[in-house]
């Protein structure tokens, strides 16, 4: 199972672009690459995911290199409610092919006034 | 976006009592749902996949005989947590996949606490 590497923690001040940087080298073929963020004592939040071609939606951006081996993902206009951990998880394929997440430690973001 | 509801969001109880966990998916049928532990400052552990109508699979080291999942229908899976002890203490939290999301919904999580 491909596993993930992310900066334990970043600062970034409201108003600018948190572009948060995710590696994952080892990333097969069929492999998409999520992500999510947890604001304290909540569930996760679907953010964004893709597969080969960079993706935009409403929360995110999300940037994959042509090896595949790294991704960012960038949030554009960063705000105080932004402030979260920020899980790059590569989708694994489980027993019966569950497709089950495996979170890593992810990065805790916070956004500065 | 879809919603899985997680209930309670809050247990208290006292050692050696057991406690069910639920999980909802409100809006689609899910086919598959996934438990997580969380312990203060650490990341999601996953626990169990459960399947609608079949046996849960755990993941290694988690005890089947402790935590007790069904996944009675598509749109209810129920965690026990049997006997439970002080070190169950701990944020669960479930998430739903339905057929033909790509992407995983989450609960709103549960804090457990035994005393």
């Known amino acids: 199972d491909a596993k993930t590497t992310q900066p334990p923690s970043m600062d970034c001040a409201e108003g600018r672009a948190a572009n948060l940087p995710c590696n994952h080298s080892?990333?097969?073929?069929?492999?998409?690459v999520y992500w999510y963020r947890q604001i304290h004592s909540q569930g996760p939040q679907y953010i964004i995911h893709g597969l080969k071609n960079n993706e935009t939606n409403e929360m995110a951006s999300l940037i994959i290199t042509e090896d595949r081996k790294s991704s960012t993902l960038i949030l554009p206009h960063a705000t105080l409610r932004d402030t979260a951990v920020y899980y790059c998880?590569?989708?694994?394929?489980?027993?019966?092919?569950?497709?089950?997440?495996?979170f890593g430690q992810g990065t805790r973001l916070t956004i500065n006034p | 976006g879809a919603v899985v509801s997680q209930h309670p969001s809050r247990v208290i109880c006292k050692s050696g009592t057991s406690v069910k966990i639920e999980c909802r998916s409100l809006?689609?049928?899910?086919?598959?749902m996934f438990w997580y532990r969380q312990f203060p400052k650490q990341s999601l552990m996953l626990m169990a996949t459960?399947?609608?109508?079949?046996?849960?699979?755990?993941e290694q080291g988690v005890e089947k005989d402790k935590f007790l999942i069904n996944h009675a229908s598509l749109t209810l899976s129920t965690l026990t947590v049997t006997s439970a002890h002080p070190e169950d203490s701990s944020f669960y939290i479930c998430?739903?996949?339905?057929?033909?999301?790509?992407?995983?919904?989450f609960g709103s999580g549960t804090q457990l606490s035994v005393l």
């Open positions: 998880i590569v989708r694994v394929v489980g027993v019966q092919g569950a497709q089950k997440l495996v």
């Open positions: 998430s739903a996949r339905g057929t033909t999301y790509e992407k995983l919904f």
């Open positions: 459960s399947n609608e109508g079949s046996k849960a699979t755990y």
């Open positions: 080892t990333i097969s073929g069929n492999e998409y």
């Open positions: 809006d689609f049928q899910a086919t598959t």
